[in-house]
């Protein structure tokens, strides 16, 4: 949840609502072996690989707006 100061920004735009019932959306440093970060959420997605230097860096997520609850 947001603290105070956030919630009163969250307030002027509008958002407050959305950002506590909304569907959530992690990002994971280092959570694995083979990624720096990774993503874990509740909406349907799919993954793919972001790569450096030939070697896996990032677990992305793509997800219709649609499937957002």
């Given at each position: ?5 956030e ?7 509008g958002?407050?609502?959305q950002?506590k019932?909304?569907a959530?959306?992690l ?14 959420t509740q909406i349907?997605?799919?993954c ?7 070697m ?14």
């Amino acid at each position: 949840m947001p603290d105070d100061d956030e919630e009163e920004v969250l307030k002027r735009f509008g958002v407050l609502e959305q950002v506590k019932t909304g569907a959530k959306i992690l990002a994971l440093w280092c959570a694995g072996d083979e990624y720096s970060w990774t993503y874990g959420t509740q909406i349907p997605h799919a993954c793919f690989d972001v790569m450096e230097n030939d070697m896996e860096y990032c677990r992305g997520i793509v997800f219709s707006i649609a499937d957002i609850p």
